[in-house]
């Protein structure tokens, strides 16, 4: 990837949100977030790149902290530090991460009047466009303002990575769905018409009579600060929370919720609760 450098002191880098990009020479590839995988296409590989970071960015941005992008670029595989201005560094397998002092932002060609243009931007200043840098190929995705809703301050958030169990929580998810008998959760959940055991997640299936839950619907897990994070699987009629006001759901971005909120899957609803995890259960 351009511009980086390799980290040489400590401050560790956060695993979560767990972004991985592939990177071909054709200038196509893809960019998963938390398991949602993205098509991209840029007119370069330099350009994808660039696109991809901004991507990222966005998502450090909105966090308010670096962000851990790993990189297949095949034959070679990169762990980057993603920082929210733009300044993008190589980290080692201990995920240190140091000052970003002497080093610059990355920058790139606007995909519409090729303006040169920092990776933070959010709108061309030469032709106005938004996310200039934008690779993904789906027209949907949402805008940067609309990204990862979590702030996170001190503490590290991590999804349960794959082919491991989920660490020990000192609290369970409590799942009342369609207003039934509550399911209580020792780690976390995925949940769907039909669900699949993403990165070792519990499925849970719940009763959709007109079929409108997606097969693995969403993702259900517990941060290491004991929040509720919920993140639409891409389904097909979306997640709105009962909140106030409502709100829908992006797409692959996570969110973080108070327990009691109830969710809305397309003819059926969950609500999630969190309860202390009792000693000795299964």
Request: proline share 8%; hydrophobic share 35%; aromatic share 2%.
């Amino acid at each position: 990837m351009p511009h980086t450098q390799t980290l040489q002191q400590a401050q560790q880098l956060a695993s979560w949100p767990r972004m991985v990009a592939l990177v071909r020479p054709d200038g196509s590839g893809s960019l998963t977030i938390n398991g949602t995988e993205r098509a991209c296409a840029a007119a370069s590989l330099e350009e994808l790149r660039t696109g991809v970071i901004a991507r990222c960015v966005a998502y450090a941005i909105q966090l308010g902290r670096p962000v851990r992008l790993d990189v297949d670029e095949t034959p070679h595989q990169w762990t980057l530090a993603v920082r929210a201005d733009g300044i993008v560094q190589e980290v080692d397998e201990t995920g240190s991460l140091p000052t970003a002092e002497g080093l610059a932002p990355i920058e790139g060609r606007c995909r519409v009047c090729r303006h040169l243009e920092p990776v933070i931007a959010d709108a061309c200043s030469q032709c106005a466009t938004p996310e200039p840098h934008r690779v993904e190929l789906d027209a949907n995705v949402s805008e940067s303002a609309q990204l990862a809703t979590i702030r996170d301050d001190e503490s590290q958030a991590e999804q349960p990575p794959a082919d491991e169990a989920p660490r020990e929580l000192k609290q369970r998810l409590q799942l009342t769905l369609n207003g039934h008998a509550p399911i209580v959760v020792k780690g976390y959940a995925a949940i769907g018409r039909d669900p699949e055991p993403v990165n070792g997640r519990t499925p849970i299936r719940v009763h959709s009579p007109e079929q409108l839950v997606s097969r693995t619907h969403l993702f259900v897990d517990v941060d290491e600060a004991g929040r509720i994070i919920v993140t639409d699987n891409s389904s097909g009629n979306g997640t709105e929370a009962q909140t106030e006001p409502p709100m829908e759901l992006a797409a692959g971005t996570p969110y973080a919720l108070h327990s009691g909120t109830t969710l809305h899957l397309g003819d059926a609803t969950c609500r999630i609760d969190l309860i202390p995890a009792r000693a000795n259960s299964d």
